[in-house]
T-cell receptor
Framework: EAGVVQSPRYKIIEKKQPVAFWCNPI?????LYWYLQNLGQGPELLIR????????DSQLPKDRFSAERLKGVDSTLKIQPAELGDSAVYLC???????????FGPGTRLLVL | GQNIDQPTEMTATEGAIVQINCTYQ??????LFWYQQHAGEAPTFLSY????GLEEKGRFSSFLSRSKGYSYLLLKELQMKDSASYLC????????????FGAGTTVTVRA
């Protein structure tokens, strides 16, 4: 069974540019998460989806970050415009339900110059 | 909110045993997870405890004491491939099942 797929794996952009990350969860997983992980830190939740509905986006900086999961499967996370402090790893995870174990993708490593 | 503490680094010798402690102070509790994360890779699920006691899975075991807000991950017969970061995560109980992670413990296994 395929795991969580993310692309791109690496992205380098200049500040003020837009950037987007893509996630394909494990087949059949209705719950999808986006996390931010800074170097030497644990992941921090940005947003959680139940099917196509964002049920927890309290930690998402909505002035520059947006996310969507239009058909309840794949999801994209966008930053516009990117700032230097956004350099981090963006992890996507999925689970069969909120009560079940979360499985993580390899992440997208973003460097903003 | 959640406050989760674990040591930053640990070093051990191949074949030895290492115990990674995790203490937490939470507003609610609905389970504790351990994940392993190799550098540049995804966190991978290791274990889950929701009741007090020891859960054993091969060379890895995890223990939980809810009254003490304490867990540990025990790695036995250490192998070089066990060199990684180990993340302790607590799940809340306010209906959102949110995972809050510690900063991770980097374990280095030496020959």
């Amino acid at each position: 069974e395929a795991g969580v797929v993310q692309s791109p794996r690496y992205k380098i952009i200049e500040k003020k540019q837009p950037v987007a990350f893509w996630c394909n969860p494990i087949s059949g997983h209705n719950t999808l998460y986006w996390y931010l992980q800074n170097l030497g830190q644990g992941p921090e939740l940005l947003i959680r989806y139940e099917n196509e509905e964002a049920v927890d986006d309290s930690q998402l900086p909505k002035d520059r970050f947006s996310a969507e999961r239009l058909k309840g499967v794949d999801s994209t996370l966008k930053i516009q415009p990117a700032e230097l402090g956004d350099s981090a790893v963006y992890l996507c995870a999925s689970s069969a339900s909120p009560k079940e174990t979360q499985y993580f993708g390899p992440g997208t490593r973003l460097l903003v110059l | 909110g959640q406050n989760i503490d674990q040591p930053t680094e640990m070093t051990a010798t191949e074949g030895a045993i290492v115990q990674i402690n995790c203490t937490y102070q939470t507003s609610g509790f609905n389970g504790l997870f351990w994940y392993q994360q190799h550098a540049g890779e995804a966190p991978t699920f290791l274990s889950y405890n929701v009741l007090d006691g020891l859960e054993e899975k091969g060379r890895f075991s995890s223990f939980l004491s809810r009254s003490k807000g304490y867990s540990y991950l025990l790695l036995k017969e250490l192998q070089m491939k066990d060199s990684a970061s180990y993340l302790c995560a607590v799940r809340g109980s306010n209906g959102d099942y949110k995972l809050s992670f510690g900063a991770g413990t980097t374990v280095t296994v030496r020959a």
